[in-house]
């Protein structure tokens, strides 16, 4: 049984401890992540919030649960959860350090997707025990983010000596842990940032764009078309392009372009952007045939500072000839 002062883990196939659980920074991901732990017969003792946001949050969530300055958050808790923005995440660290608050032997959990195990060198340097555990999931603050948690894959990176228990408390919040190197961690949070965050932004530029078009219910007109394309993309992968880009539909896409530019002009930029990705990949996968791409390419190219192809202007993919489009596309 771990003593105030020390967290162990005397088999590390077996349940961690129970423990007593803080949290620094009330946002929308560390109240739930304490209430999943609770679930599993830890103890939140205490969390930090400063917003009437972050307040209002662990109430919901963590009802009964001092809220306390970070230092007591840390005197408190045998794990403590670090759950606030990325560029405050280095600065909390080397603070919490600098003044004394950790304690030889405390588990500090950091949620951040960039950061490995480095970013808590201060905190190691103090005695604690560094873990890094990403939920790779969207919360909203709620209760429902606890239920997400469920089968939620969690990227993870620790010291290898403490890699199991990191594993074991991922398990008890529901999630799935992925192991994630410490040097792969910032590419790791860019593609996850490329997937979810940048389709909410698609999403939501879709919708306004089909209410211009009069449609009255465009979640329920997106919903079961982005429901397929997401189930396809991730069955197949490139193998589930469609579309007037695949196609090589250039009349259309010209069409889409000049419509966009009448009625909402600063999805133009966005629109291109992703059309040329589009073609790219479906050239690569020899899914637009070369014989068709010109055109294409033609419209793609308006207003574009580097034209299709990841050597530019002169690279082997740019515009040119149907022989150049289809070169290696290694």
Not at 130 to 155: E, I, W, Y
Not at 173 to 197: Q, T, V
């Given at each position: ?8 883990f ?41 917003s ?38 280095p600065?909390?660290?080397e603070?919490?350090a ?84 410490e040097e792969?961690?910032?590419?790791y949070?860019a ?21 211009t ?18 189930d ?15 196609r ?14 009448k ?22 996968h ?10 294409l ?34």
């Amino acid at each position: 049984m771990n003593t105030p002062h020390q967290t162990e883990f005397r088999d590390p196939s077996a349940r961690p401890a129970r423990l007593s659980v803080g949290v620094v920074g009330a946002g929308r991901v560390g109240p739930a992540l304490a209430r999943a732990l609770q679930q599993a017969g830890h103890r939140p003792v205490a969390v930090s919030g400063v917003s009437d946001a972050s307040r209002r949050r662990a109430a919901e969530l963590l009802p009964d649960v001092p809220l306390v300055p970070p230092g007591e958050v840390l005197a408190r808790a045998d794990l403590v959860l670090l759950t606030v923005p990325d560029d405050t995440l280095p600065a909390l660290v080397e603070g919490l350090a600098e003044t004394g608050a950790i304690r030889p032997g405390q588990l500090l959990v950091h949620t951040s997707g960039r950061y490995g195990t480095a970013v808590l060198d201060p905190a190691r340097r103090a005695g604690a025990l560094p873990l890094a555990l990403h939920p790779a999931m969207t919360f909203t603050g709620t209760m429902v983010d606890v239920q997400r948690l469920a089968g939620c894959s969690f990227g993870v990176t620790a010291p290898g000596e403490l890699r199991l228990a990191a594993e074991a408390l991922v398990i008890e919040m529901g999630g799935e842990p992925e192991w994630i190197a410490e040097e792969s961690r910032p590419l790791y949070h860019a593609a996850l940032a490329l997937g979810a965050n940048h389709l909410v932004t698609l999403v939501a530029q879709a919708m306004e764009l089909l209410r211009t078009a009069g449609v009255e219910h465009p979640d329920r007109m997106l919903g079961p078309l982005l429901g397929a394309a997401l189930d396809n993309a991730l069955r197949s992968g490139d193998a589930a392009l469609t579309g007037p880009v695949a196609r090589g539909d250039a009349g259309t896409v010209a069409a889409h372009v000049a419509e966009l530019r009448k009625h909402a002009p600063g999805t133009v930029a966005g629109y291109l952007a992703m059309a040329r990705t589009t073609a790219d990949r479906a050239l690569a996968h020899g899914l637009l045939k070369p014989e068709l791409a010109e055109d294409l390419l033609g419209v793609l190219g308006q207003d574009a500072e580097q034209p299709l192809g990841p050597q530019g202007p002169e690279g082997p993919r740019g515009p040119g000839t149907p022989d150049d489009l289809g070169g290696d596309p290694r």
